[in-house]
């Protein structure tokens, strides 16, 4: 038996090899720094927790281009993508992946107003992105600070809401959901 590959591009019926790609990565990588920050939070910090805590900067950078990328693509496939149906379920499900989106570009973008404003350099793996400044720009670090961690939380919150999701869709709906975006040419 063979297993039909999967598209590069999306279809009506399955999601790309791109978009599963940008899907998965952007995944395990905020997965990561999901786990960082909760044990800051838990342990303070700790030596132990340097490596982890301390790739937060670079990891974020990383995520930064995936997303930005990542909706780029949507962009460029939306017309291709498979279908989150009609009615209500279908509305909360483009709303759901909408605010998702919002999130993931939000939470990097405050952590960018925030590092431009500072009087540290901000360079994530060791060039310079911005410079350090004489003087610090007092609003947009304030509001980094106050943004970046909570609406990391709220994308937290709404991830959880999109497994919780998944999970409905295949023990209660059986609809193939989770085949859409995990196996080849389902």
């Known amino acids: 038996m063979t297993i039909p590959s999967t598209p590069?591009?999306?279809?009506?019926?399955?999601?790309?090899?791109?978009?599963?790609?940008?899907h998965w990565s952007i995944a395990l990588l905020l997965a990561w720094?999901?786990?960082?920050?909760?044990?800051?939070l838990i342990f303070g910090r700790q030596p132990f927790l340097a490596p982890l805590v301390g790739s937060?900067?670079?990891?974020?950078?990383?995520?930064?281009?995936?997303?930005?990328l990542r909706v780029i693509w949507?962009?460029?496939?939306?017309?291709?993508?498979?279908?989150?149906?009609?009615?209500?379920?279908g509305i909360a499900a483009v709303t759901g992946h909408g605010l998702l989106y919002l999130a993931m570009v939000m939470v990097p973008c405050v952590a960018l107003l925030r590092a431009y404003g500072s009087e540290r350099a901000f360079a994530p793996f060791g060039f310079e992105i911005f410079p350090a400044r004489a003087t610090e720009i007092g609003w947009m670090v304030d509001l980094g600070g106050?943004?970046?961690g909570e609406l990391g939380w709220v994308l937290g919150a709404l991830i959880l809401g999109h497994v919780v999701m998944v999970g409905i869709h295949e023990t209660m709906w059986r609809d193939g959901t989770l085949a859409r975006m995990t196996r080849a040419g389902s």
């Open 8 to 22: 590069i591009l999306d279809t009506v019926d399955v999601y790309g090899r791109v978009t599963r790609w940008l």
């Open 33 to 40: 720094q999901f786990l960082g920050m909760g044990l800051k």
């Open 56 to 68: 937060h900067q670079p990891v974020g950078t990383v995520l930064f281009v995936l997303i930005v």
């Open 74 to 89: 949507a962009v460029v496939n939306r017309r291709n993508r498979p279908r989150h149906g009609n009615g209500l379920l």
């Open 146 to 148: 106050l943004l970046h």
